[in-house]
C-alpha cells in the first residue's frame, strides 16, 4: 500500500466518522423534539449556530460519505470521475458557506405588528445620552398581549430582565428564558408581559426604565400595577433598578440574583419575593439573602424561596409556578411615602 492510499484511506476513515457524529446528534435532537420542540430548536441553534448550519452540516456529511463510496480504486482508476468533480465542488461550496451562517445566524429581529394573545417582536429608538437631536441605538424587545386584550381596560404590566445568555440583538435567546420561554410553550398570561433585550452586560436602569415608560405610554397599563423580575444578570437588575426607581413597582421577584443592601432602605415600600438555588455556583446564594434581610431590617416586606437542591438554573419551574403570578397581580403600588433620603452609594 502506497503512502497515498494509506493518506485517502485515512482521509475516508475521518469523513465516515464525522458523517456518524452528526447522524447521531440529529438523532438524539429528532428523539428530544418529540418531548419538547422549542426546546429543541434552541439547543440546534446553539450547536450550530442555527438549523440551517445543522442542515448544511448533515448535507455535506452525507455528500463526504458519498465521496468515499465513489473514491477512485486502489489501482487508481476513477469509478465515477464526473460525480466525484460535481461532489467536490458541492462540498467546496458548502464548506465556503460556513463561517457565513456561523457569523450570521438566524435573527429574530423586527417591529411587527401588536396582536393579542402573541408574543411579537418590536424595537424603541433608546435615548441618546450625547446629542438631543438623535435617538440612540435600537432596543429590541418582546411585547405580549393577552388573548383578551382590549383597549378600553387597563392592564397589569409584567417587565422580564433576562440573563447573560440571552445578550445581544436576536431575540430569539430571549423567547427561551423565563416567562418569554412560558409563552412559547403556549402559556397564556393575563397582563402585558414586556421583555426587553440588554445590548451589552448590565441592565442600565435609566434606559430599561425609559423603554418601560414608553410602553405604558403607548399601552393602556395601569400604572400601580406594574412589576419587575428577571434571573440571573436579571435578577441583578431588578434589585438594582427597583433600588433606584422604587416608586415606580408594585412588587419585584429577583430569581438568582444580588444587589446593593446599602440601598435597601428604599425598597421598604415595594413587596419583594426572591429566589435562589441552594447549590448556585455561579450567583452565591447569600447575595439575595443579604437584601431580604437589609429590607426587612429598614422594615420592608421581603421575602425568599430557597430551592435546597438546585443550582443556578432555576428560572424553568421559577417562572411555570402560577403561584409567582398571582402573589404579583395581588400587589398595587403604594402611594409614596416621606422618608428620609438615602445617598448613591460612592465605591466600597
Not at 90 to 116: C, E, I, K, Q, S
Not at 140 to 169: K, M
Not at 173 to 197: C, D, H, M, T, Y
Request: net charge positive; glycine share 10%.
Amino acid at each position: 500500500m502506497t503512502h497515498e492510499t494509506s493518506t485517502r484511506d485515512y482521509v475516508d476513515l475521518m469523513l465516515l466518522a464525522a458523517v456518524g457524529v452528526i447522524w447521531v446528534l440529529l438523532l438524539i435532537a429528532v428523539l428530544l423534539m418529540l418531548r419538547s420542540p422549542y426546546d429543541t430548536i434552541m439547543y440546534v441553534h446553539f450547536l450550530w449556530r442555527g438549523v440551517w448550519l445543522a442542515i448544511v452540516m448533515v448535507l455535506l456529511a452525507t455528500l463526504a460519505g458519498l465521496r468515499m463510496w465513489l473514491r477512485p480504486r486502489n489501482d487508481g482508476t476513477p469509478r465515477k470521475g464526473r460525480c466525484l468533480r460535481t461532489l467536490d465542488g458541492l462540498l467546496l461550496l458548502g464548506v465556503a458557506a460556513l463561517p457565513v451562517m456561523l457569523f450570521y445566524p438566524p435573527n429574530d429581529t423586527g417591529h411587527d405588528p401588536l396582536r393579542p394573545g402573541a408574543q411579537v417582536c418590536r424595537q424603541y429608538p433608546a435615548p441618546n445620552r450625547t446629542s438631543t437631536s438623535s435617538a440612540g441605538p435600537r432596543f429590541h424587545y418582546l411585547l405580549y398581549l393577552p388573548a383578551e386584550y382590549l383597549e378600553s381596560r387597563r392592564w397589569p404590566l409584567v417587565v422580564f430582565l433576562h440573563g447573560g445568555g440571552a445578550i445581544g440583538d436576536n431575540l430569539l435567546f430571549v423567547r427561551a428564558e423565563g416567562a418569554p420561554n412560558q409563552i412559547e410553550r403556549g402559556k397564556q398570561f393575563p397582563f402585558i408581559l414586556l421583555s426587553p433585550q440588554c445590548p451589552g452586560r448590565g441592565w442600565n436602569p435609566e434606559t430599561t426604565v425609559a423603554l418601560i415608560d414608553h410602553v405604558c405610554r403607548t399601552l393602556p397599563v395601569d400604572p400601580d400595577r406594574v412589576y419587575l423580575t428577571g434571573e440571573s444578570m436579571g435578577g441583578h437588575g431588578t434589585w438594582n433598578i427597583a433600588s433606584r426607581y422604587p416608586d415606580r413597582f408594585a412588587a419585584i421577584a429577583p430569581v438568582c440574583g444580588g444587589g446593593d443592601e446599602r440601598l435597601a432602605a428604599r425598597l421598604v415600600n415595594v413587596p419583594i419575593w426572591a429566589f435562589h438555588g441552594a447549590k448556585d455556583n455561579v450567583v452565591p446564594p447569600a447575595l439575595s439573602q443579604t437584601m431580604v434581610d437589609a429590607v426587612t431590617k429598614c422594615g420592608g416586606h421581603a421575602k425568599r424561596t430557597l430551592y435546597p437542591d438546585d443550582g443556578h438554573m432555576i428560572g424553568d419551574f421559577v417562572y411555570a409556578d402560577e403561584h409567582l403570578y398571582q402573589w404579583l397581580l395581588g400587589q398595587r403600588r403604594s402611594p409614596p411615602q416621606p422618608r428620609n433620603r438615602v445617598a448613591e452609594p460612592v465605591g466600597h
